[in-house]
């Protein structure tokens, strides 16, 4: 599996990004998709999770209420609409996926992923 994330950029706070994550390959598992974010010098920490079904999402706490985590299973696709942004999001934010995870199976450790993007940069100014 390959995943293509993509839609970083810089922002003013208070503005909005959408992240995108493309899965090719050998994608016919079901899996479940996470974001992560590191900072330099920093631990990669978990932002937000989907499971296959689209039906369960988890957040971490300072993300909650400002970033929505979607996928389009047609596409392929796992989205990540980030509104309200601050300084502090500033971040590569990092997809992956979990294969085999079954229809709702949800994780948020990076020791469960099986695959990885390569990361796209956001930059949040104040």
């Known amino acids: 599996v390959q995943l293509q994330a993509s839609g970083g950029g810089l922002v003013q706070a208070g503005g909005s990004l959408r992240l995108s994550c493309v899965a090719s390959?050998?994608?016919?598992?079901?899996?479940?998709t996470g974001w992560f974010r590191r900072v330099p010098g920093k631990e990669r920490e978990f932002v937000t999770a989907?499971?296959?079904?689209?039906?369960?999402?988890t957040y971490t706490d300072s993300v909650k209420g400002r970033f929505t985590i979607s996928r389009d299973n047609a596409k392929n696709t796992v989205y990540l609409q980030m509104n309200s942004l601050k300084p502090e999001d500033t971040a590569v934010y990092y997809c992956?996926?979990?294969?085999?995870?079954?229809?709702?199976?949800?994780?948020?450790?990076?020791?469960?992923?099986?695959?990885w993007g390569q990361g796209t940069l956001v930059t949040v100014s104040s």
């Open positions: 390959g050998r994608t016919s598992n079901s899996y479940a």
């Open positions: 989907i499971s296959w079904n689209g039906r369960r999402t």
């Open positions: 992956a996926v979990k294969i085999s995870a079954g229809l709702s199976g949800l994780y948020t450790g990076v020791p469960e992923y099986d695959y």
